[in-house]
């Protein structure tokens, strides 16, 4: 295994695993290697493992990568006994077995490996949470359904990478969500269905992500954008105890925050609102697309200021409606909505898109995103297509992270402390 050992700073002497796959490196909250640390750029660095080769990677950070005291300008292949600089912090690298009296920062303790990382209290937390889920739609008439989690099909999404498995000979997907199965299961004639399972995402790994997760996923046909809504809230309000959720368009959140119209607002007056914010964007932030623009002060600005009470958002842009309905106006808008509690986002649900020949070409254009980012293309076929062109009915959808709803529950600030076995024990 790979790691970093710290040879300088506050955690001089602490190793820090590089886990298989893609590790982004910085100091923002979704980085895989956090480093809070002001020489540390937000997204500063990549390594990519794949087994015991390792290669790193720059984002044009503000205070450089360096290894062995040279700039690194273009992929680089690590070694053992490299030196790396991240800004101001120094590291050795190593392809050893950590030190078992060394804490690292994603292993779990030395000797306990084999064990479970919660204690008997936190399984009675999760099987409580899990039992009302099930009551809650049991009682409203839901079905609950079980789908595979490998498939042929995968979600085609810019952002999110599906693992490719090889089962008798055939190129299979981990399920990202089973959103697909799920609307397989409407067109061949269920109206109310719910499903708690497993999904897989690659290089999702930090405080509020796990390759490996629970999510409670369901679809009801008729619902309109805000019966979906109302569904959602009383979700929440049974699961959590708390209140009822304050709604606000995505576009009042900005406008009460940032004093902006994402909807309307044009360009040179979004790059011109984050050159001016007190904040610190990522290095390359100027290269990014409106999408990501709007991504990053949601993540700086709007969703710090929703941990005040339970808040729902919806009515998206028209360029983030994934497999969301648009509804027409000017601008025309996304129906996509979204649960945020204590600030932390739990659920996304959609106005389901019903047209086969949109998705297809909503599909294609993603994978022209993912080419343009350096990333492999997805199916654009799929079993879903199919269905649809036979008949989906209208219907709304939602998925919520039940680790994370279990973590905002038990007032927890990592995901890890609610798993049994999180990625580095799995």
Same mark, same amino acid.
């Given at each position: 295994?790979?790691? !970093?050992?710290?040879?300088?700073?506050? #955690? +001089?002497g602490r190793?820090?695993?590089?886990?298989?796959?893609?590790?982004? =490196?910085?100091?923002?909250? +979704?980085?895989?290697?956090?480093?809070?640390?002001?020489?540390?750029?937000r997204?500063?660095?990549?390594?990519?493992?794949?087994?015991? &080769?390792?290669?790193?990677?720059?984002?044009?950070? &503000?205070?450089?990568?360096?290894?062995?005291?040279?700039?690194?300008?273009?992929?680089t292949?690590?070694?053992?006994? /490299?030196?790396? &600089?991240?800004?101001?912090?120094?590291?050795?690298?190593?392809f050893?077995? !950590?030190e078992? @009296? *060394?804490?690292?920062?994603?292993?779990?303790?030395?000797?306990?490996?084999?064990?479970?990382?919660?204690?008997?209290?936190?399984?009675?937390?999760r099987a409580?949470?899990?039992?009302?889920?099930?009551?809650?739609?049991?009682?409203?008439?839901?079905?609950?359904?079980?789908?595979?989690?490998?498939?042929?099909?995968?979600?085609?999404?810019?952002?999110i990478?599906?693992?490719?498995? *090889?089962?008798?000979?055939?190129?299979?997907?981990?399920q990202?969500s089973?959103e %697909?199965?799920?609307?397989?299961?409407?067109?061949?004639?269920?109206?109310? =269905?719910?499903?708690?399972?497993?999904?897989?995402?690659?290089e999702?790994?930090?405080?509020?992500?796990?390759?490996?997760?629970?999510?409670?996923?369901?679809?009801?046909?008729?619902?309109?954008?805000?019966?979906?809504?109302?569904?959602?809230?009383e979700?929440?309000?049974?699961?959590?105890?708390v209140?009822?959720?304050?709604?606000?368009?995505?576009?009042?959140? %900005?406008?009460?925050?940032?004093?902006?119209?994402?909807?309307?607002?044009?360009?040179?007056?979004?790059?011109? !609102?984050?050159?001016?914010?007190?904040f610190?964007?990522?290095?390359?932030?100027?290269?990014?697309?409106?999408?990501?623009w709007?991504?990053?002060?949601?993540? +700086?600005?709007? +969703?710090?200021?929703?941990?005040?009470?339970p808040? =729902?958002?919806? #009515?998206?842009?028209?360029?983030?409606?994934?497999?969301?309905?648009?509804? @027409?106006?000017d601008?025309?808008?996304?129906?996509r909505?979204?649960?945020?509690?204590?600030?932390?986002?739990?659920?996304?649900?959609?106005?389901e !898109?019903? @047209?086969?020949?949109?998705?297809?070409?909503?599909?294609?254009?993603?994978?022209?995103?993912r080419?343009?980012?350096?990333?492999?293309?997805?199916?654009?076929?799929?079993?879903?297509? /199919?269905?649809?062109?036979?008949?989906?009915g209208?219907?709304?959808?939602?998925?919520?992270?039940?680790? &994370?709803?279990?973590?905002?529950?038990?007032?927890?600030?990592?995901?890890?402390?609610?798993?049994?076995?999180? %990625?580095?024990?799995?």
């Amino acid at each position: 295994m790979a790691y !970093l050992l710290a040879v300088n700073g506050m #955690d +001089e002497g602490r190793q820090y695993p590089l886990a298989e796959g893609r590790v982004l =490196i910085g100091r923002a909250v +979704e980085c895989n290697l956090l480093l809070d640390a002001e020489s540390v750029s937000r997204h500063h660095a990549t390594v990519h493992c794949h087994g015991l &080769r390792c290669t790193l990677e720059d984002h044009d950070s &503000r205070n450089g990568t360096y290894l062995n005291k040279l700039p690194v300008r273009e992929l680089t292949v690590l070694s053992d006994g /490299d030196q790396l &600089r991240i800004g101001d912090l120094e590291f050795a690298v190593h392809f050893q077995p !950590l030190e078992a @009296d *060394t804490a690292a920062i994603e292993a779990p303790p030395a000797g306990d490996e084999c064990l479970a990382a919660v204690g008997l209290d936190m399984l009675q937390a999760r099987a409580r949470i899990w039992q009302l889920a099930r009551s809650f739609f049991d009682q409203r008439g839901f079905i609950e359904v079980d789908t595979p989690v490998v498939s042929a099909d995968t979600v085609v999404d810019r952002h999110i990478e599906p693992i490719p498995v *090889t089962i008798s000979g055939r190129r299979m997907w981990l399920q990202t969500s089973p959103e %697909f199965a799920m609307k397989r299961l409407l067109a061949s004639g269920a109206e109310a =269905i719910y499903q708690l399972t497993h999904a897989f995402r690659d290089e999702e790994q930090g405080r509020r992500h796990n390759p490996e997760f629970s999510m409670l996923e369901w679809y009801r046909l008729g619902d309109s954008m805000t019966a979906a809504i109302d569904l959602l809230d009383e979700l929440s309000q049974h699961l959590l105890g708390v209140g009822p959720a304050r709604r606000l368009s995505y576009q009042q959140a %900005f406008q009460q925050r940032l004093e902006f119209d994402p909807l309307s607002g044009s360009t040179s007056q979004l790059l011109a !609102l984050i050159a001016q914010l007190d904040f610190q964007p990522p290095d390359d932030w100027r290269s990014m697309d409106r999408g990501d623009w709007l991504d990053l002060l949601m993540v +700086e600005f709007i +969703e710090p200021r929703l941990a005040d009470q339970p808040t =729902i958002l919806f #009515d998206y842009p028209a360029s983030q409606a994934a497999l969301a309905q648009l509804r @027409d106006g000017d601008p025309p808008v996304a129906e996509r909505f979204e649960l945020y509690v204590n600030g932390v986002e739990l659920a996304n649900g959609y106005h389901e !898109l019903l @047209d086969p020949a949109e998705l297809l070409e909503r599909n294609r254009q993603v994978n022209q995103q993912r080419r343009s980012d350096g990333r492999a293309e997805l199916p654009e076929q799929s079993y879903l297509l /199919d269905a649809m062109r036979q008949g989906l009915g209208d219907c709304c959808g939602v998925a919520m992270g039940m680790d &994370r709803l279990l973590m905002v529950a038990e007032g927890k600030s990592d995901i890890a402390e609610v798993m049994p076995f999180p %990625f580095p024990r799995a």
